[in-house]
């Protein structure tokens, strides 16, 4: 029976092992006061130590415990043997130190306490902290690396987004402002074109004319401004208006300059203000482009001289306006401002065009449709005295014919050609396109630099990973160690009883 209660291992778990030792009167309860004592003497104690590799190694960066105190007493038994004297004593100091602390440590057993207290301490708070921190870099680094792949995903989204804008301003990005300003000078040549191509929709002008004629008896003309574009192309603003070709045409001049500069509207108030001296000298007011001060000019029975206003001042003489280029009116034949400009160019004209085009867009696909259900009896009598105009298209011309209007509004309507327009409408809107881009590459270069500082800092984690593995390492094989010293201890004081200690997990 002995024999098998010798044979029984003594299972003890780790977090509870102080209180074992102390149950077991194995222990002071009052060990830690005598620790206090130990450590002051052991700090005074390594002050002094003599030139040995081994000895550098267990005072470095370690706890110093009663284990490390009996190997220090061992080498410096070879160390001191000099001073020893003939009843095996040492004189040396270093050994009296070091002989007096292994001794306070095996006073009630205060070395096993402390080393079980160690043993605790890390497995419960050291290991599990060092653990902490090393999945905290681990996870650092897979988050830092995930947003610097979002980050780079994102720049490279961003100027793929600006590319894909500038082609479809129609330019290459490398210089955005004067490749905005270069297209609107190919803008004139382009609207001729179409001017040119809108001569080819007489046919759909005949049959949308006479199907409303046959159906609704409209006999007013329909679609005014392509039926003169398809007669005159791109004719200017003032021959749609008046009927009459100009035989002056000065276009506008685009402004470049910012709205805050003084335009060609100027004002010149000559000497006003200055020249009201006692000599009573005519203060001028010269008025340009027509400015209407609101003054009526018309003679009045008080004042029969043209041009001149009686202020009813007896001590100054009347002040004289003079009027140079008065009233709005163009000469006969001059086309002015946005009379200059031609049909496409002018916005007005240009919208009623393509409202017009739109409109036998939408008659001609309506159309097509009908005729596609025509098949019934009612439709071919209702189509019987119809025009020929209209009798004779079949579904593939007015295809054609759809298609040919449709490549006109496609080529007025598209995201490039509106952009044009508005660039030519405002000189400012190009710094507005162009500021807007501009955004788009810096908020990309932004990212660039913020997954810059991403990797940086993911290397960093690194570099704390790569600190933490072997604190983690080193803690786990003095843990071991530990576990083993004290499990042989307690294993002797139980008859060489196996001893494990449980819940050591490192």
């Known amino acids: 029976m002995e024999q098998n209660i010798q044979n029984l291992p003594i299972d003890i778990q780790t977090s ?59 080498i410096l038994k070879g160390t001191e043997a000099s001073s020893k004297n003939i009843f095996g004593r040492y004189s040396s100091q270093r050994m009296k130190d070091w002989q007096e602390i292994v001794s306070l440590y095996e006073a009630d057993n205060v070395y096993l306490v402390e080393v079980a207290s160690l043993l605790s ?63 609107v000078k190919d803008l004139p040549a382009v609207l001729e074109d179409v001017g040119r191509d809108a001569a080819k929709l007489e046919e759909q002008i ?19 401004m392509l039926t003169f574009a398809q007669k005159k192309g791109n004719a200017t603003f003032y021959e749609w208006k008046t009927g009459k070709v100009p035989s002056v045409v000065e276009r506008p001049i685009v402004e470049e ?43 009045t029975s008080e004042d ?28 006969e034949g001059v086309a002015k401002g946005e009379d200059a400009l031609s049909i496409l160019e002018n916005s007005h004209s240009r919208s009623q065009f393509i409202d017009e085009l739109m409109e036998l867009e939408v008659f001609l696909t309506q159309r097509l449709t009908e005729m596609g259900e025509e098949a019934d009896v009612v439709a071919m009598s209702q189509f019987q005295l119809a025009p020929s105009v209209i009798q004779n298209q079949t579904c593939e011309h007015i295809r054609e014919m759809l298609t040919e ?12 050609m509106q952009h044009l327009f508005m660039i030519q409408a405002s000189p400012r809107y190009v710094e507005r396109v162009s500021e807007v881009l501009r955004q788009k590459l810096k908020q990309a270069d932004i990212l660039v630099q913020k997954a ?50 449980m819940g050591v997990n490192i």
């Open 16 to 74: 509870k092992l102080l209180d074992w030792l102390l149950d077991r009167r194995h222990c002071n309860v009052k060990w830690q006061s005598a620790v206090k004592v130990i450590r002051e003497k052991i700090n005074a104690a390594i002050q002094d130590m003599p030139e040995n590799e081994e000895i550098k190694q267990l005072l470095s960066g370690s706890y110093i415990h009663y284990f490390h105190c009996l190997r220090i007493v061992e």
């Open 121 to 183: 301490r890390n497995v419960s708070y050291e290991g599990p902290a060092l653990r902490k921190q090393l999945a905290k870099a681990q996870q650092l680094q897979q988050e830092l690396s995930r947003r610097e792949v979002e980050c780079q995903s994102s720049a490279a989204g961003l100027r793929e987004r600006y590319y894909t804008a500038c082609k479809q301003y129609g330019i290459n990005g490398e210089n955005v402002p004067r490749e905005l300003q270069a297209l």
């Open 206 to 224: 005949q049959l949308y004319a006479a199907f409303t004629n046959f159906v609704c008896n409209w006999s007013e003309p329909v679609l005014p």
């Open 257 to 299: 300059a910012p709205p805050e500069q003084v335009t060609e509207d100027t004002i010149d108030w000559g000497d006003f203000g200055k020249g009201t001296d006692s000599a009573g000298e005519n203060a001028g007011i010269t008025v340009e482009d027509g400015i209407d001060w609101g003054i009526s000019l018309e003679p």
């Open 304 to 331: 029969t001289s043209a041009g001149s206003i009686d202020w009813g001042d007896s001590e100054t003489a009347p002040i004289e306006i003079e009027i140079v280029d008065a009233g709005t009116n163009c000469p």
């Open 405 to 416: 209007v449709q490549d006109l509004l496609g080529r007025l309507t598209s995201l490039r």
């Open 452 to 501: 810059a500082t991403m990797a940086e800092k993911r290397q960093e984690a690194l570099q704390e990973q790569s600190r933490l593995e072997p604190r983690v390492d080193l803690l786990a094989g003095r843990t071991r160690e530990l576990q083993k010293l004290i499990e042989a201890d307690i294993s002797k004081r139980y008859h060489n009883r196996p001893v494990n200690l």
